[in-house]
């Protein structure tokens, strides 16, 4: 049951959002693939948007988890140093535990004493897990995936 931090926060939408889109995003790319296996005929132009749509939520079930962060001290709580000591199904459950943020200690409301207490320096701020570093190598990987799968489906296409 998502409640406590997150639904004070006003980010339990993102996870239970994510949840729904893992499921539906599985049932729109299965179906095509069992529709294709048993029909003898060419697919319609719907299985494959059908297909597409499933591999976008599959990404939206990546992503959303990932947008949820603090609103007092701004931590990501998906890649806190305390959530990637865990797995990603335990890390989803203890962000829906959280009673506060582990980082300021806000309960969600984002409170004047919250962001006072923030702001005086009495808890040390945790350096953010995407550094521009990262998101650039992420990117770079990304297109080299993209370009070498561009470049072999090329090199080995039917002819």
Same mark, same amino acid.
């Given at each position: 049951? &998502?409640?406590?931090? !997150?639904?004070?926060?006003?980010?339990?939408?993102? &996870? #239970?959002?994510?949840?729904?889109?893992a499921?539906?995003?599985? *049932?729109?790319?299965?179906?095509?693939? &069992? +529709?294709?296996?048993?029909? %003898?005929?060419?697919?319609?132009?719907? *299985?494959?948007?059908? $297909? !597409?749509?499933?591999?976008? +939520?599959?990404?939206?079930n990546?992503? =959303? /988890?990932?947008?949820? %962060?603090? /609103?007092?001290?701004?931590?990501?709580?998906? $890649?806190?140093? @305390?959530?990637?000591?865990?797995?990603?199904?335990?890390?989803?459950?203890?962000?829906?535990?959280? %009673? @506060?943020?582990?980082?300021?200690?806000?309960?969600?409301?984002? @409170?004047?004493?919250?962001?006072? #207490?923030?702001?005086?320096?009495?808890?040390?701020?945790?350096? /953010?897990?995407?550094? /521009?570093? #990262?998101?650039?190598?992420? &990117? !770079?990987?990304?297109? =080299?995936?993209?370009?070498?799968?561009?470049? +072999?489906?090329?090199?080995?296409?039917?002819?």
């Amino acid at each position: 049951m &998502i409640g406590g931090w !997150l639904q004070r926060s006003g980010q339990a939408w993102k &996870i #239970r959002t994510a949840m729904f889109a893992a499921v539906a995003g599985m *049932v729109f790319v299965v179906l095509p693939f &069992i +529709l294709s296996v048993t029909s %003898h005929k060419s697919l319609p132009d719907w *299985v494959i948007v059908l $297909t !597409l749509a499933g591999f976008m +939520l599959l990404v939206a079930n990546v992503v =959303l /988890p990932l947008l949820v %962060h603090c /609103p007092v001290c701004g931590v990501q709580m998906e $890649t806190s140093s @305390t959530a990637r000591r865990l797995s990603r199904g335990q890390r989803l459950r203890w962000i829906e535990s959280l %009673h @506060t943020c582990p980082v300021c200690g806000d309960d969600g409301c984002a @409170t004047l004493e919250s962001r006072s #207490r923030w702001s005086s320096g009495a808890v040390d701020a945790e350096r /953010p897990y995407w550094s /521009p570093a #990262r998101v650039l190598l992420g &990117i !770079l990987a990304l297109v =080299l995936l993209a370009g070498g799968s561009v470049w +072999l489906g090329g090199r080995y296409r039917v002819r």
